[in-house]
């Protein structure tokens, strides 16, 4: 017998106001709307000992997802280790008394949770828990699957699902594919995902090259920026990579939702597509076999109620859009690295990272302009297309500073 | 030297016998100062030398345009003198393979001499004549720097004749019989005078079909399995090792089913491992390994940094190749048809921890490494002298006049030493750095021994491991484990370091030990700055890794992402046991 679903509740409400997501969540919002918590969907994934259990709390109408699990209370400590903060507390099973805590700390019960997520089509050896956010806890199976399990839930299909699944549709391969989808009750309670190992952030390779660019310092002569590696030539070859990835992303977007015209007078090519929305060099990995999309964002604001209709609204925009917050993210990280130099050195630092961001941008474009039929969606002329995605840069930098 | 499987652990010693040691004073290396120098070639702990041709030849493509196959360019001495080398090499258990040039012959090799003498003498079908240079129009110019065109007019025959490579250069008739027996015949020329194997040049390009890029045809591999089959049949523990610089899935048709060579050259790997290096990350490496196919069993590649080519950029990407020139040759000089022509040290600017970095991954990576002559010393070369000769100067011995390479007179020697002030023989030759204790080649020659011990770096398996820092290069090598065996470690398997290591049995197995498989972690940082990573290591949890050289214990794996601090171009190598 598992423990009863009011013992359950009794327990999550409390451990929910302990947890800093809870919390992160809750402070987004009017105290008057957090209202009362009620249980709002139980069902108990495994009944014995050790056993678990997915538990939806609302507080006000905003759903909570929190994954029990249980031991006898001997056990526990041997299992959760040094993850004290994981323990809910004490209740009854009907067998005595049994210990519940957050069920991710438990390494048993985390890796038979995949089989759980993926209706039992995949099952793993080993876990690992490797972040912790607030909307979402992520956890990597066998280097091989990784599984969001969400915390803040909003109802199926959560925006990125649904652009996963039909990017995955219209044979869009560069991304990290659904595996699987725990959904229940009209929720997406969870996502497993292909986990590819040795993948790195794009923003790390940027890193890289701006190191290698700042860090020539006094060798005056390679520091000409005509030259290819005089401005980060190093990096541009993977950014024409990732503007292609890019251009085959758009295509298969307007294939998936549409193409809107833009009401227009001037531009000989002006359509909104659905975008992505959130793209920067964090969303995208470089792995052995070239550039994957990893995410679309998953911010913990969608599903609440106000700002519900406009969030649920896909985004329509000019794929020049993504483009210029690519590019916007070449801006940022190169000032990052100026930042971490020594300032006596930031004069000629910023005029070299200058060039390098204009060398790699323009890599990103060209790459991008070159994709097969992405005439359809901006105009093809390189110089005109250029000086728009500047604008458009120009004005991120402007709402920053 | 009953081993049929040598190879797949050998290191192999590129030279120049031209370039060797010369014994006679005549300016030129020969095959006396090779038996000399083995001494040498025995104490860095090299398995198997290969000669660089040294038949007679015009020398208009160092040597690779043979005008004789079946004997000794009169300079480098005789066919007894190449015998002596070889019989003296095996005593000391080293192998010798040499090159040999299938394609083609010299313009002036008695062959084509006939050949082009007129259109109905009996070895007018041995090249390929056309009334028109028409032919084969799909097909690329190899060294597009020079020849216009893969035709050439013969004004004698009143005919053009196709070559692949230089216009002296003519092809081969494969599809003439008399010219495969002929061939066939030269391979047991040598195989019966006791060379144990031979490096084959371009090959792929031995039979032609129009409609064709006239590379890597069936036929041609057809040609490659009748070879395979005599070398099996009569000729045990010899080897053909070939060049194909081709893309990995066109090169893995070499090894056939296992029936085909031993080893091909692994080209698209080289000029991949000096990009990573140049551009602080992995990625250009893990790529080309992520492509690179699974070998059949008893097959081995070849891998390299430099040779007496040029740095091949054939295998890059167009963009790849102008960042590859703009970095390594800034001078237009340092070109040469698609490539580099450099040494090692010039190429990485003299940077001794560079070097050591590259040859901890030659030495680590999948393959049997090839080392260039000269290159253990950090050698330079002279972008001053035509076509490739820059990089084929004569070995530097001593400090002495000539570089100790030769007592001929200066003006008499078939290629000046360096002599400049960082790369020139006063500072860097043989006798200098023996007596150096810190010096590369002694750092080279413990890398060489602690490789020789471990069979993992030989036949191991690799997997990459995931490392969130893209600078950090982490692999493991691990022995397929073997049933009923306990696991691998030193001494126990693949010898003692020094030549040819050890027996060929099982790798892995301490008996007695409940020890599991050992595997070799090698770690490298491709940046000039130092860097942290993390690694999983979870098949490792509980092991503690040793490192190699100094056997020092490193902190245990636990089911934490396991950190290491690695100094510029730092490299670890480990070893890891299973539990």
Known sequence: MPPTPGALEELVVPYLERQPWFLADMARFDRSLRGASRLADLEIVFDGRPGLASVVVTVGDRPFHVLVGWREPAHAPAVLGSRQGAVLGVCDDGAGEVLCYDALADEELATGLLAVASAGHESARRVRLVQSLVSHASLVYDERLFMKSYRVLEPAPRPEIELLLKLDEVGFEHLLGAVARWERSGWDLALVREFIPGAVEGRALALTSLRDLLGRGADEQRLRSDEVGGAGGDLSSEMRRLGEITGSLHLALAEAFGVRRLPTDDAPVAVAIRVHGDYHLRRVLRTDAGWVVAGFGDDPLIGRSGVDAERREPRFASPLEDLADLSYSLRQVAAEAVDARPPATWDQARRLAKSWERRNRGSLLGGYLGVEGIGDLVAEDRSAAATSLETLVADRSARTT | ?579
């Open chain 2, 1 to 579: 030297m009953d081993d049929p499987r040598w190879y797949e652990r050998a290191v192999f010693y590129e030279l120049l016998p031209r370039g060797f040691y010369d014994s006679n004073a005549d300016g030129i290396g020969d095959f006396q100062g090779l038996r000399e120098k083995l001494d040498y070639v025995e104490w860095l702990g090299v398995d198997c030398v290969w000669l660089l041709p040294f038949y007679p030849s015009p020398l208009h493509d160092g040597g690779y345009d043979i005008s004789d196959f079946l004997t000794v360019a009169p300079e480098l001495g005789n066919t007894a003198d190449l015998v002596a080398v070889i019989e003296e090499a095996h005593r000391r258990g080293i192998r010798i393979i040499s090159d040999l040039v299938m394609n083609h012959t010299s313009d002036q090799h008695p062959w084509f001499v006939e050949s082009r003498s007129s259109r109905d003498n009996p070895k007018a079908d041995w090249f390929m004549w056309s009334d028109d240079d028409h032919g084969f129009g799909d097909v690329r110019v190899i060294f597009s720097d020079v020849e216009p065109s893969n035709w050439t007019f013969d004004q004698r025959r009143q005919q053009y004749y196709w070559h692949r490579f230089f216009h002296h250069q003519p092809d081969l008739n494969y599809d003439n019989p008399e010219v495969v027996d002929a061939m066939l015949g030269v391979v047991r020329f040598w195989l019966d005078l006791g060379i144990d194997g031979f490096r084959l040049d371009a090959v792929p390009y031995l039979y032609k079909a129009e409609g064709t890029s006239c590379e890597n045809l069936p036929a041609t591999h057809q040609l490659l399995r009748r070879i395979r089959a005599e070398i099996d049949a009569s000729y045990p523990n010899r080897i053909l090792l070939a060049e194909v610089n081709q893309w990995p899935d066109a090169v893995i048709e070499y090894f056939g089913d296992g029936d085909e060579c031993h080893m091909c050259f692994n080209f698209p790997l080289m000029p991949r491992m000096f990009m990573a290096v140049r551009r602080e990350q992995r990625f250009p490496i893990t790529e080309i390994l992520a492509q690179t196919p699974d070998l059949p069993d008893g097959c081995q590649w070849g891998i390299f940094l430099r040779n007496h080519d040029e740095l091949t950029l054939e295998m890059v990407t167009d963009e790849e190749r102008d960042y590859m020139y703009s970095e390594y040759a800034r001078d237009p000089r340092m070109r040469k048809n698609l490539g580099i022509r450099r040494r090692l040290a010039s190429l990485v600017d003299n940077d001794r921890r560079v070097a050591e970095l590259l040859h901890g991954l030659l030495l680590s990576l999948p393959g049997s490494p090839v080392l260039y002559y000269g290159d253990e010393l950090l050698m330079g070369d002279n972008i001053y002298l035509g076509d490739r000769d820059g990089v084929r100067t004569p070995m530097q011995w001593t400090p002495d006049r000539n570089a100790g390479f030769s007592r001929a007179d200066f003006a008499q020697l078939y290629l000046p030493p360096l002599m400049d002030p960082v790369h020139g023989y006063q500072a860097v030759n043989v006798e200098a750095e023996q007596r150096d204790p810190s010096s590369f080649l002694h750092w080279l020659r413990r890398m060489l021994a602690v490789r020789h011990q471990y069979p993992q770096f030989a036949t191991g398996s690799l997997e990459v491991l995931p490392a969130d820092n893209p600078s950090v290069l982490a692999y493991v090598r691990r022995v397929k484990a073997m049933p009923g065996s306990a696991g691998g470690s030193p001494g126990s398997a693949g010898g003692s370091p020094g030549p040819a290591g050890g027996s060929p049995g099982p790798v892995g197995g301490s008996p007695g030990s409940d020890r599991g498989p050992t595997s070799v972690m090698c770690v490298s940082n491709l940046s000039r700055f130092a860097q942290p990573a993390e690694l999983s290591l979870g098949r490792w949890e509980g092991c503690s890794p040793i490192e190699l050289l100094g056997r020092v214990p490193f902190p245990r794996v636990t089911s934490a992402p396991y950190s290491v601090t690695l100094a510029p171009y730092g490299i670890y190598w480990l070893e890891l046991v299973e539990r």
